[in-house]
């Protein structure tokens, strides 16, 4: 399974920006797809999940500013981010869960967002 990032790039703070992730089959077959982020010199961290059923879930530092979704046709998961903020200067990675794991199996290579103030 390849997971294809894309979208990042520099943005203004108050700006917007969209990433995409594509994925090379269903993913209908995965029970959760994510979006991570880390930035320099910090921990990898969860900033929001969309479930198969389409749930979704954001860390409290995105709220109302994200939105994560889904085109099941299109096998693609999509991260809009509204109204950045230098803080959310990361590379961003996409990923999914098969049912059954505890953990995210498939990881895409990520994509860099820069966020100017």
């Known amino acids: 399974v390849q997971l294809q990032a894309s979208g990042g790039g520099l943005v203004q703070a108050g700006g917007s920006l969209r990433l995409s992730c594509a994925a090379s089959?269903?993913?209908?077959?995965?029970?959760?797809m994510g979006w991570y982020r880390q930035a320099p010199g910090k921990q990898r961290e969860s900033v929001a999940v969309?479930?198969?059923?389409?749930?979704?879930n954001y860390a409290d530092s995105v709220k109302g500013r994200f939105t994560v979704s889904r085109d099941n046709a299109k096998n693609t998961v999509s991260l809009q981010m509204n109204s950045p903020k230098p803080e959310d200067t990361a590379i961003y990675y996409c990923?999914?869960?098969?049912?059954?794991?505890?953990?995210?199996?498939?990881w895409g290579q990520g994509t860099l967002v820069t966020v100017s103030s």
């Open positions: 969309i479930t198969a059923s389409g749930i979704t």
């Open positions: 990923a999914a869960r098969t049912p059954g794991a505890v953990s995210y199996n498939y």
């Open positions: 089959r269903n993913i209908l077959t995965f029970s959760a």
